[in-house]
């Protein structure tokens, strides 16, 4: 049972990333250390968060007045953006390759809450039509309220980063499986009423003037 509690979540001695120098982080590579369950390659990632206070027009998020704004992730020659994921490794918990995810590909640092907003299964290109979880991932998503930006990062050079609105998140997301990461999110904040189905979602997010974006049947790559 995941303990309900936030945690700043990096490593200990017994859990290093690799080094390039002292001060030079970099990103892990290969599969060497992936975890499985059965088939699915297991992998853990966030939406990054922050709230920037706004004197004039605050909004209540809890007892915190302010605008949410989150953290997303550009590639190469795509228009669309992501939350940044990864692999789970098997000498990390899952919180923490959250955590790792988010620093090697946007840069960010802050407070996971372990408390996941949910699992969702991503198949590969290759494996879209088949109904075989072969090639499939499973995927854990968290909160992570963001403290530290960093200049530079691992995968900067094929990751770009963007701070956006959720109206604006939700018209970038590249797979459907993120707006409902970002719905849980907004949940969470007490930005907008929990919803219970698709039709509710979509009506949440026409209030939030939260355009669908063109390809729902986009499939997630692994």
């Known amino acids: 049972m995941a303990r309900n509690l936030s945690a700043v979540a990096f ?25 499985y369950d059965n088939e699915y390659r297991l992998v853990a990632g966030c939406v990054p968060y922050r709230v920037k206070k706004d ?3 605050p909004r209540i998020l809890g007892d915190v007045p302010g605008q949410v704004e989150v953290l997303m992730v550009s590639t190469p020659n795509r228009a669309d953006m992501v939350f ?3 692999g789970w490794e098997d000498d990390e ?15 960010v640092k802050g407070i996971v809450n372990r408390t996941t907003l949910g699992h969702w299964v991503f198949k590969s290109k290759s494996s879209q039509n088949s109904s075989s ?5 499973k995927g854990y998503i968290f909160a992570m309220e963001v403290t530290e930006e960093l200049e530079s990062w691992p995968e900067q050079a094929t990751h770009g980063r963007r701070w956006v609105s959720p109206g604006e998140a939700y ?3 590249r797979y459907e ?10 949940e969470r904040l007490s930005m907008i009423e929990p919803v219970a189905s698709a039709q509710e979602l979509s009506d949440q997010t026409s209030m ?3 355009l669908q974006a063109s390809s729902d049947s986009a499939v997630a790559l692994c």
């Open 55 to 57: 004197e004039a027009n």
């Open 133 to 137: 979880p072969r090639g499939a991932c």
């Open 11 to 35: 490593f200990g001695q017994d859990r290093q990333i690799a080094m390039s120098s002292p001060d030079k982080v970099v990103a892990r590579t290969g599969r060497l250390r992936q975890r």
């Open 93 to 107: 918990e899952v919180y923490e390759a959250a955590s790792r995810e988010a620093m090697e590909e946007a840069g």
């Open 171 to 173: 018209q970038l997301c």
């Open 84 to 86: 940044p994921k990864g």
């Open 177 to 186: 499986w993120m707006r409902e990461a970002l719905t849980a999110l907004l």
């Open 208 to 210: 939030y003037m939260m």
